[in-house]
């Protein structure tokens, strides 16, 4: 897959706080502290990162092809 066979999608999606902890934790691991001891890493696009390649690596297209999946109960409330 190309990136030209890519689109940019904003969603609200439901992550557990345990998820977004271990995002965080992870970038900041990866990018360390600059000069003045602050982290620089963009959590959310972090955040967007790991979900886009979640859906990848899980094929989240074939997920959407099988219409038995829009049958499903949704997430919690």
């Given amino acids: 897959m190309t990136e030209k066979d890519m689109i940019d999608v ?7 706080t345990a ?5 965080v934790e992870n970038a900041k691991k990866l990018v360390g ?7 620089q890493v963009d ?7 790991m979900i886009s390649v979640f859906l990848l690596e899980n094929d989240f297209e074939a997920f959407v092809k099988d219409s038995d999946n829009y ?6 409330t």
């Fill in 43 to 49: 959590t959310a696009d972090k955040v967007s990162e």
């Fill in 10 to 16: 904003n969603v609200v999606v439901k992550i557990t």
């Fill in 19 to 23: 998820s977004l902890q271990a995002i």
């Fill in 71 to 76: 049958r499903k109960k949704g997430l919690p």
């Fill in 33 to 39: 502290r600059n000069a003045k001891g602050h982290y």
